[in-house]
């Protein structure tokens, strides 16, 4: 049998010098998790949801508990999972009230494959906001009221941006009037943006998966989904059909609304399945089809990163590699074979400057 291969990340944005231990020591933790799953047999996209979902209960990270609020105050969540064998995906969107919004994605991917619903009608892919949640608790997942998801870091990051405002004194239950004016001297692009978790794997049987969850932006409105609910934007997993070819993973954070309209993932994907040189070619790619896409010519502030797993079949060969142009990404991964799992942070002096990464590679 092949050896099975995770990879994890928080996110790309930049992680304070006294909080990089405890990111480090959660990467390596999620990938424990995961192993130990592919140990047992275990298929990838079981293993990337357990990742992500001790990433999602990990107070730190913007997914699950601790998400980042919206502009009235609420937790909403978004989260996908991608199977590289059928491909087949599941989503949610602006999830309210789940812990692990991971799972409810899951559940949608596992539902299709059971084949269409009674009527001829055609199972959902995606579920958001109320609809998603009716759903979620008819699959037996828990009602959490939200005052459990919060923290006092997501608690005090709303207050410190709802006081960039014009008009702080305004009730959190009036706050996403539209009448609200903003002051545009002010900015919400700070370097504690951290935003989407995810999950990368490779199994013992040579498929790979891919899982995204994210809390979003910063005061975002309401109802608002990101990449992680939007297929190819934000998560991607494809088997190889050809034995010269690599079986190819990629899970993507940023800035959500840039994401989706670049269709980042999966330009990584096509860029990664055509390019040998992993390394270079998420840098060819990252200029090409983010920095420097047409559809965001008029945008000036684009922060990105991506995690990506490139794995040949034939030669159980497997290649972890990641770029970002933010000051940081903090990433970890761990083979079934391995005794110890590794994290790591890839730093650059300023963001939104240029794409730094790297990568490894690891055999059967």
Not at 64 to 75: D, E, F, I, Q
Not at 306 to 317: G, I, S
Not at 318 to 331: F, G, P, Q, S
Request: proline share 3%.
């Amino acid at each position: 049998m092949m050896s099975g291969f995770i990879a994890v990340h928080v996110g790309a944005g930049y992680h304070g010098e006294s909080s990089r231990p405890s990111y480090k020591k959660v990467c390596k933790q999620a990938c424990h998790a995961a192993i130990e799953m592919l140990r047992d047999g275990c298929n990838a996209v079981e293993a990337v949801t357990e990742a992500v979902t001790f990433l999602e209960d990990c107070p730190l990270t913007n997914a699950g508990t601790g998400s980042n609020l919206t502009l009235a105050g609420t937790v909403e969540c978004d989260a996908g999972v991608m199977d590289g064998a059928s491909l087949d995906y599941g989503s949610v969107g602006a999830l309210c009230n789940i812990k692990n919004p991971v799972q409810v994605a899951k559940k949608l991917l596992e539902e299709q494959k059971k084949g269409l619903l009674s009527g001829g009608r055609i199972p959902p892919c995606t579920i958001v906001s109320k609809g998603a949640l009716d759903w979620a608790l008819d699959q037996g997942f828990n009602y959490v009221d939200s005052k459990h998801l919060l923290t006092k870091i997501s608690e005090r990051s709303y207050t410190k941006h709802l006081n960039l405002l014009q008009k702080p004194s305004i009730p959190v239950s009036k706050a996403f009037n539209s009448s609200l004016i903003i002051d545009k001297s002010q900015s919400f692009q700070n370097k504690e943006l951290l935003d989407t978790v995810g999950a990368i794997c490779v199994d013992c049987f040579g498929n790979v998966s891919s899982a995204v969850s994210s809390g979003g932006l910063n005061l975002k409105h309401p109802g608002r989904i990101g990449q992680a609910s939007i297929y190819g934007a934000g998560f991607w997993a494809q088997n190889s059909f050809e034995d010269s070819k690599p079986s190819i993973a990629c899970t993507v954070t940023g800035a959500g609304e840039y994401l989706v309209k670049t269709s980042f993932a999966k330009e990584c994907y096509n860029k990664l399945y055509e390019k040998y040189d992993s390394v270079s070619a998420l840098q060819d790619v990252f200029k090409e089809k983010f920095v420097n896409s047409p559809f965001l010519r008029n945008i000036s502030y684009k922060i990105a990163g991506v995690l990506t797993l490139k794995h040949y079949k034939h030669d159980n060969l497997c290649e972890i590699d990641w770029a970002h142009n933010t000051r940081t990404m903090i990433l970890g991964y761990g083979s079934t074979k391995k005794r110890k799992t590794v994290s790591h942070i890839s730093e650059q002096p300023q963001d939104n400057i240029s794409v730094c990464g790297s990568g490894t590679i690891i055999e059967g």
